[in-house]
């Protein structure tokens, strides 16, 4: 129920008439008269959609997550690397970085460091910091491990050749790589499938392409003293 503020009279001449005051209009949802000096502010601003807002909120936790990513090998102080990946396009960013072992087709161990950059995997020099191999994240099909606690994992890579590598820190590794590849993608988060995700596979043993002519098998036994025995050979 609605009321009005009644105004003392004025006494003038002609006919007298009682005004409402402006908190009884504001109060009975009128609108009241604007400030002298105040100044009409256009509200045409057009607010993003919950889509947007949604995927700019996921891209900010991203690239938060993204940071804190550890970087075992100190590139990020590194003059070699920041040069490299400004030459790549690549933002500053360090996401992992470790001493790995790449295991060539002859089967031979070559020390390398792993760099897990935003949009790209690469594979150092272990002393000049040069880069020998790089692999757009965006073109990793898979990761492929062991179900033991063991080093090898192995980056599936459809457009060249696939890498094995002996990394202990494979968990970490794996996670930035997933990590980077979701958001080179630009994925939000309902957004699922190999477009967006880097699979893992699991399991006692897996092929991997060593070359462009060259599939070996990797096979995981444990041994009865608990450690995991390794074989790497051509597949059948």
Known sequence: MGFAVEEPLQP??????????SAGKLFLGGTPPPLRGARRVRRDVRRPSDAVASRSRLSLLSLLSLLKRPD???????????????????????????????????????????LVAANAVYLLDAETKRARRRMATRALSCVRMSEFADNFLALVCPAEYD??????????????????????????????????????????????????????????????????????????
């Open 12 to 21: 003038f001449m002609g006919r007298k008439e009682r005004r409402r005051s």
């Open 72 to 114: 075992h090998c100190d590139l990020r102080s590194s003059p070699e690397v920041v040069k490299l990946l400004a030459k790549h396009g690549e933002p500053p960013l360090v996401l992992f970085s470790e001493e790995v072992l790449k295991i060539n087709r002859r089967g031979e161990a070559v020390p390398r460091i792993m």
């Open 163 to 236: 890498v094995l590598l002996v990394c202990s820190r494979k968990i970490e590794a794996v996670m930035a790589m997933r990590d980077a590849k979701r958001a080179a993608s630009g994925a939000s988060a309902g957004d699922k499938g190999a477009a967006f995700d880097l699979p893992v596979e699991i399991g006692e043993s897996f092929v991997y392409a060593a070359g462009a002519d060259a599939t070996k098998r990797v096979t995981f036994v444990r041994l009865e003293n608990g450690e995991v025995d390794t074989t790497i050979r051509d597949a059948t």
